[in-house]
């Protein structure tokens, strides 16, 4: 089992340009999330999905859309990149209350 | 007031002592205690995971829960080198199974 994976590592995108995170899970969870991380924040949720087809805001939203394409897979894109969304971005799923974090995208916006 | 409080640290020892880190919370809903280590550069993983006041062991962790003050701590014995990195605390009140973390302790063990 791989449990969670994202892609890609590390990303360096231009103000206003776009992209999207990919996030996959093979534990077969319900639930999957998209956490940004910052110095002195910790964790945050940005949005969260507790079942295929749902999903729904969490803590800091502005900025980012997400889509649940299937049980597996939860994608996090950022329509206009701004130098504010700089962070490290973890997917996660969950079995109850446990979570189960994926190895991190680096995200640089100049 | 932030719903979890966390010292940041850095906290460093040396290797054997015993670490306590310890976080605070607000919401008298939350059910669900956890703690998570992350290593530099990678996700946190779980650590310990405890729904009821008192003590939890496992190895040389112990994560420790008073309802009555709303205070967790996790207390590491014989501390290692490769325990060095930071610990964040994270709550759940049930709903979703969405965590609120503290924003992390960062743990140096020295030789």
């Known amino acids: 089992n791989a449990g969670v994976t994202q892609t890609p590592k590390f990303q360096v995108l231009k103000t206003g340009q776009s992209m999207t995170l990919q996030c996959a899970q093979d534990?077969?969870?319900?639930?999957m999330y998209w956490y940004r991380q910052d110095p002195g924040m910790g964790l945050r949720l940005i949005y969260y999905?507790?079942?295929?087809?749902?999903?729904d805001k969490g803590e800091v939203p502005n900025g980012y859309n997400v889509s649940r394409l299937n049980k597996r897979e939860f994608s996090l894109r950022l329509e206009s990149a701004a130098p504010s969304q700089t962070s490290v971005y973890f997917c996660?799923?969950?079995?109850?209350?446990?979570?189960?974090f994926g190895p991190g995208t680096r995200l640089l916006v100049l | 007031q932030k719903e979890v409080e966390q010292d940041p640290g850095p906290l460093s020892v040396p290797e054997g002592a015993i670490v306590s880190l310890n976080c605070t919370y607000s919401n008298s809903a939350f059910q669900y205690f956890m703690w998570y280590r992350q290593y530099s550069r990678k996700g946190p993983e779980l650590l310990m995971y405890t729904y009821s006041s008192g003590n939890k062991e496992d190895g040389r962790f112990t994560a420790q829960v008073d309802k009555s003050s709303k205070y967790i701590s996790l207390f590491i014995r014989d501390s290692q080198p490769s325990d060095s990195a930071t610990y964040l605390c994270?709550?759940?009140?049930?709903?979703?199974?969405?965590?609120?973390f503290g924003t992390g302790t960062r743990l140096q063990v020295t030789l």
């Open positions: 999905s507790a079942s295929e087809g749902t999903t």
């Open positions: 994270a709550i759940n009140t049930g709903t979703a199974s969405k965590l609120t």
């Open positions: 996660a799923s969950s079995v109850r209350e446990t979570q189960y």
């Open positions: 534990m077969n969870h319900n639930s």
